[in-house]
């Protein structure tokens, strides 16, 4: 709480600074990564994130005039000034597109907002698939949430996040990120039902049995990726309505030799496969955890990364360069997280081995004449709050 209050105390003087009066409070929304389950949210499937102690923060206050203002102590430039009557899908780029996305959602589901002053500052990796952008819509929502009163859940919070993100910036991401940051809670991982938010927190403890989750954030992003997603997403659709289910969340592991006969396109067969084995690996890996046998799921996170570098094909170099050192230097497991084509991966080691896993894949970026990956342990915070 010693950080947290400090991080008060810079937002507050700077948020009069900025707008002539202090802040009616102050809200934090973390980011997260992903244990296992990856690009099966949109599928209507199975996922285990946990949030990371890294969050957007935001000082606020309401407005009465219609207007949205907005600053981030991240980014160079003064304050976005803009009308909550001209908000509309597309009409704002950057950083500021996704607050106003869900201030855009929160009015055009019905809910009174009649302006927000906002100064926000993260520590949120961007562009590492650590859910950035869900920081900021999340730490938005709760905020207005809370000052004006609207008494929406934590999933309805992030559904209309999802929606900030989809329609107004116009990004087709799936639902986890945002009810990640909403719903996960401290020293557990989220277990989160996709189709009808159902969640379950798994305890998920690994200091207490000698090991460690790194996260490494290879600090490169292909442009590749850029409408990558949106065709991964649409093959999957596609999969679905050919196999004639509502999504690929429908497809029972133990039919899926069958399911992928039925499908010509040997693409959409590795996309499905993808899906389908990683719903099934989110399952193992909660059975192992709930088991009290942690160490092994490193074989299922290996397995999973194979998965997307293969059948999905969204992993890059870099990525599998984190993987094949990691386990070189004695990890239990590794694999990329997020959306793919760079980013971040997550490696379970031995906590007297982390150092030396650290080292071996920092070397390894070094002989390959890649920037320095940044390294660090993942430990399972709280979700949004507020702080002040």
């Not at 008060?8 to 009616?24: H, N």
């Not at 639902?175 to 159902?198: F, K, N, P, V």
Request: hydrophobic share 45%.
């Amino acid at each position: 709480m010693t950080g947290e209050a400090g991080v008060t105390e810079q937002l507050e003087p700077a948020f009069r600074d900025l707008y002539g009066t202090g802040p009616e409070g102050v809200w934090a929304a973390p980011g997260r990564v992903n244990l296992i389950g990856e690009h099966t949210d949109y599928n209507d499937g199975f996922v285990l994130p946990l949030a990371l102690p890294h969050t957007a923060r935001a000082a606020v206050a309401r407005r009465d005039d219609g207007v949205l203002r907005l600053h981030s102590a991240d980014v160079g430039g003064g304050v976005t000034e803009l009308r909550l009557d001209e908000l509309e899908p597309g009409g704002v780029q950057g950083w500021e597109a996704y607050p106003a996305g869900v201030v855009w959602a929160l009015l055009d589901a019905g809910h009174p907002v009649t302006g927000l002053d906002l100064h926000l500052a993260s520590t949120v990796p961007t562009g590492a698939g650590l859910s950035s952008s869900a920081a900021l819509e999340i730490v938005t929502a709760l905020a207005v949430n809370d000052l004006y009163d609207l008494g929406l859940q934590r999933w309805r919070l992030a559904r209309l996040a999802q929606r900030a993100e989809n329609v107004f910036v116009g990004v087709p991401c799936g639902i986890m990120d945002q009810t990640a940051s909403a719903c996960c809670t401290e020293g557990h991982a989220l277990h989160l039902d996709t189709r009808d938010l159902g969640q379950r927190q798994v305890p998920f403890d690994l200091a207490a049995e000698g090991l460690r989750l790194l996260v490494v954030d290879t600090r490169v992003k292909h442009q590749l990726g850029d409408g990558a997603y949106a065709n991964r997403r649409s093959a999957c659709e596609k999969g679905a309505a050919l196999l004639d289910v509502p999504a690929l969340r429908d497809i029972p592991y133990e039919e899926l030799a069958g399911a992928l006969a039925r499908l010509d396109d040997p693409v959409l067969r590795r996309r499905v496969r993808h899906v389908v084995t990683e719903n099934h690996r989110v399952e193992e890996v909660i059975g192992r955890l709930e088991a009290g046998d942690p160490r092994a799921i490193g074989p299922l996170l290996t397995a999973g990364h194979v998965s997307l570098r293969d059948d999905f094909e969204v992993s890059c170099p870099e990525l599998d360069l984190v993987v094949a050192s990691a386990e070189d230097a004695g990890a239990l497991g590794a694999r990329m997280t997020g959306g793919g084509f760079g980013g971040s991966a997550v490696v379970l080691v031995e906590e007297d081995g982390a150092e030396e896993v650290g080292r071996a894949v920092t070397a390894a970026f070094a002989a390959r004449g890649h920037r320095a990956p940044r390294v660090f342990t993942a430990v399972p915070a709280a979700g949004a709050r507020r702080l002040a």
